[in-house]
């Protein structure tokens, strides 16, 4: 048995603002830093193999928070940000083979980043609701297929996750590997449908507060066993 972590980065300084933020690159808030600390006080118990995150901030603070502020989550080890040689972002100058003994490695991919947002980015949630009606942003935010105005929608996001998550992440549960996945709403979405089977009108309802941990068991053939969410 292996578990596997999910967790929606912290609060951002623009979910603060009320602003859809999609692939604008936003930090945390200090609520964002807080709650990614209280949830590796949550997972204290666990002890996490590999990480992986989005190359978006909010998402890799959170990751390295929530590894960080308890020790025990990664074993005594120290996390070292690593990219794998087709990573379009790996350049050679971090090349380092690493040690396994002593080291947690976090793989951060763009694979794991939010819905792009398209032409709402930056924009005020509210404003937006008020030109453009509740039921029109809310078929933006949650449907399954219609994309925002230049932008992705849910299976779009799915897409992209699905075979990332199904043969980078997944194989290493299949090797009995504790996985920790920091990524945003949606992109967790994407895995959690994967996960849990659920319909294409199920998948937009399944709502995730920022920093909370869900915690999966899964089998060597990943298949869920039990599903915790950490809220207390």
């Not at 928070?65 to 940000?81: A, M, N, R, S, V």
């Not at 504790?178 to 709502?207: D, F, Q, T």
């Amino acid at each position: 048995m292996a578990h596997l972590i999910l967790i929606r980065h912290g609060q951002s300084l623009w979910n603060a603002a009320n602003k859809f933020t999609g692939w604008v690159d936003v930090p945390l808030s200090e609520r964002g830093r807080a709650e990614a600390t209280i949830a590796s006080c949550k997972l204290r118990d666990y002890r996490v193999n590999v990480c992986f995150t989005s190359m978006l901030m909010r998402a890799i603070e959170t990751a390295v928070i929530t590894l960080t502020e308890c020790d025990d989550i990664c074993g005594g080890k120290i996390p070292i940000i690593k990219h794998e040689a087709d990573d379009e972002n790996w350049h050679g100058w971090d090349h380092y083979d690493g040690n396994p003994e002593e080291e947690l490695p976090i793989y951060p991919t763009a694979t794991l980043d939010e819905r792009y947002y398209g032409d709402l980015q930056g924009l005020d949630k509210a404003e937006t609701t008020e030109k453009y009606g509740k039921e029109q942003v809310q078929i933006w935010r949650r449907s399954y297929s219609v994309r925002p105005p230049g932008g992705e929608s849910l299976e779009d996001t799915r897409t992209r996750v699905y075979p990332y998550f199904t043969n980078r992440i997944l194989g290493h549960i299949k090797q009995g590997d504790n996985v920790l996945v920091a990524a945003h709403g949606n992109s967790l979405r994407s895995i959690i449908m994967i996960l849990e089977n659920l319909s294409e009108e199920e998948v937009p309802k399944v709502e995730l507060a920022t920093g909370v941990p869900i915690v999966y068991e899964l089998d060597k053939e990943a298949h869920m066993l039990s599903k915790a969410v950490l809220t207390n």
